[in-house]
């Protein structure tokens, strides 16, 4: 079981940055592949970011390509998206993920959830 609790979101300017946290429990955060997912008012969730439970791989949604990075910290227990040149369209609530498997992109394949954290940028 993986208690996930997000942090971080808020209200920016386009072209700003934030930076979002999300603080797992338990004793196994390094055997779980992570994931940063959103969702805006009136569409599908949708992937944005993913990495192995060893931080050596990741991948990103073409959208935010370029423009953020998802990094983790398995000593703190702490995932965390970097997102840089925010813009209207990133406008969406977040959640963080945690899940097994081969599959990084897909929400199906995680098991657990946070609540999520709104974010939302201004033009």
């Known amino acids: 079981q993986v208690h996930l609790v997000e942090s971080g979101g808020g209200l920016v300017q386009a072209g700003g940055s934030l930076r979002l946290s999300c603080a797992a429990s338990?004793?196994?955060?390094?055997?779980?592949?992570m994931g940063w997912f959103r969702q805006a008012p009136g569409k599908e969730r949708e992937f944005v970011a993913s990495?192995?439970?060893?931080?050596?791989?990741?991948y990103y949604a073409d959208s935010v390509k370029g423009r953020f990075t998802i990094s983790r910290d398995n000593d703190k227990n702490t995932l965390y998206l970097q997102m840089n040149i925010l813009n209207p369209e990133d406008t969406a609530v977040y959640y963080c993920?945690?899940?097994?498997?081969?599959?990084?992109?897909?929400?199906?394949?995680?098991?657990?959830w946070g609540q999520g954290t709104q974010v939302t940028v201004s033009s």
């Open positions: 993920a945690a899940g097994t498997g081969s599959i990084y992109s897909k929400w199906s394949q995680y098991a657990y």
């Open positions: 338990g004793r196994t955060f390094d055997t779980y592949k």
């Open positions: 990495i192995a439970g060893s931080g050596t791989t990741t």
